[in-house]
């Protein structure tokens, strides 16, 4: 053996070595992240019930019929309805949850999809003796789930308050998609192809560690918990495995509604909502980086006009309501509290 025939045989140890030793660490990382997350998180608000194997949080309070039930927009949990919830409980029973994967929930034995997550609501609702009718609440993607889940169990469902909730034909100007959104096919796959391994490995963790601040170590405020329960590196996964999911391994980059074509397309097909009491809750207010405001202006004349407007056609008592506030309806909370209140009252005295 030649002496740069031995060099290269070292290199190519030492290069072995280093990689084992960055994936042992990694994947240590990761064990002990999993063995501590469950441990780190806030002390639980709500009950966990079985629905199979895993569990869901549910936390309700108040008392009356019908039910509101709160969907959460995007990924997050339950607990970021805790304001409205504990308002509305004054009128009648208002409950929250947590999606598998996120908040207290158990993570799913696969990736999520429109189907399993309304079964699952239903399955917890009943094992947690919360009967029907309901009143769905869903912000954001959550209403979305509201339609589907609405036309997967009709006799459920008596009326709903889609609070700026996305639609299957949204259009969104670039800057308001997502980085993943963004991204060419071949990056797509390479990150959905990666996603077990970077998980496996601690990669995910880390980012999530690195999103949105250090989270405090005993959180008090509502603020402090929800940050918290964000900052969960499972439930970036889950997020992630479901986008992954309904895009065929990041193959399809659509052009119309959420970045998730799976529950866009059950969306689109969920049918309408006959004539359930139905409010439809529109943010008026936008907002835009410099230079881009006539292209935010002109799809949010859109989102009022066209979009929203044809949510509140769904059904025959549907109506829409601008509100004074941005997409996340944070500047009015009141709103939703009152759009609920009346569909709560519409209800009862269909029923009288």
Known sequence: MTRLTRWISRIAAAS????????????????IGRAREASSLPPRIGQAFDVGGRTLNLYCSGEGSPTVVLESGGN??????????????????????????????????????????????????????????????????????????????????AGLVLVDSSHPDQQEPPFMLSAFNLMSPAKRRLICTALPFMARFGI??????????????????????????????????????QTCAATEGGRLVPTVGTGNPELDNATRNAGSLDDRPLVVLTAGMYWAPPGLEKQAADYHEIWIHQLQASLAQLSRRGRQVVVDAHHDMSEAPTAVVTATQQVVYDVRSGHE
Not at 85 to 102: E, F, H, M, P
Not at 209 to 231: D, H, T, V, Y
Request: negative net charge; charged residues 20%.
């Open 204 to 241: 995910l963790r880390f980012v999530a560690s690195r999103m949105g601040g250090p989270a405090p170590p005993q959180p008090s405020s509502e603020g402090e918990i929800l940050a918290k329960l964000n900052a969960q590196p499972t439930a970036l996964r889950t997020d992630a495995e």
């Open 76 to 157: 997050e949990p339950g607990y970021a309805w805790h304001s409205a919830q504990t308002k509305l409980a004054n009128i009648t029973r208002t409950c929250w949850y947590d999606r598998a994967g996120v908040g207290w929930s158990d993570p799913p034995p696969s990736p999520r999809t429109s189907a399993t997550v309304t079964s699952d609501l239903h399955e917890m609702l009943s094992r947690a003796g919360v009967l029907p009718p309901y009143v769905l609440v869903g912000e954001s993607i959550g209403g979305e789930y509201a339609r589907v889940y609405t036309s997967r169990y009709p006799h459920d469902v």
């Open 16 to 31: 072995f070595g280093l990689v084992l030793a960055v994936l042992l660490t990694g994947f240590t990382y990761e064990q």
